[in-house]
């Protein structure tokens, strides 16, 4: 059987697949809920919801996914998932990476969340032709993922990587512009859809 891109897309769109997806990003999502435990229990609880980043945007995608294997569509969902995945999936692998360059190493466990997370992204980005959300539903995603940014880097409660404790200020700054990066990927995403196959 030849492979094509029809072929991949027929894959990726089956239900079986999504609901094998939807199995791993509920494993991911709780894993990643108890990743962050040990900060949670010192975080005030108004704050709980915006502390743990990443577990939170695959939970976004299962939200995308359930939806997508009964037959129907969730919008916000979709660019929530697609914003924060990519977004975090990337920040997490440079914070890694970045922690390596300062201690020499990040062990199996830190190899194992550059992996997962960069897979983050990129599931995110490989349905991007499925999305259905407009740009109302961008404006939403945005306002939450700029003061998502707000709370973590004004009132204290960015994911905590000690060995970069120093670098707090540069890394707020680079958050912002990844989360203003993402936020257009999902603006320009609604036209380049229009010109994918489905």
């Not at 299962?62 to 916000?76: D, E, Q, R, T």
């Not at 992996?115 to 959300?133: N, R």
């Not at 670098?167 to 990844?178: H, R």
């Amino acid at each position: 059987m030849q492979i094509t891109r029809a072929n991949i897309w027929y894959l990726l769109t089956h239900k079986s697949f999504l609901i094998m997806l939807l199995l791993v990003n509920i494993v991911g999502t709780v894993y990643g809920y108890y990743w962050y435990g040990w900060q949670l229990a010192i975080t005030k609880p108004i704050f709980y919801i915006f502390v743990p980043d990443s577990p939170t945007a695959s939970l976004f995608f299962c939200f995308v996914l359930i939806a997508w294997i009964m037959g129907k569509s969730w919008p916000l969902m979709e660019v929530l998932a697609l914003i924060t995945l990519v977004k975090y999936g990337l920040w997490a692998d440079v914070m890694n990476i970045w922690t390596l360059i300062e201690t020499g190493s990040i062990g199996w466990q830190g190899w194992m969340l550059v992996g997962s997370h960069f897979a983050m992204a990129v599931q995110a980005v490989l349905y991007i032709q499925k999305y259905v959300f407009s740009y109302w539903h961008v404006v939403i995603a945005a306002i939450w993922t700029l003061h998502n940014d707000v709370i973590d880097y004004v009132f204290g409660q960015m994911p905590m990587y000690r060995d970069l404790a120093n670098y707090t200020s540069y890394i707020g700054y680079f958050t912002f512009w990844l989360s203003i990066a993402c936020i257009l990927l999902a603006i320009f995403s609604i036209k380049w859809r229009k010109y994918l196959p489905n």
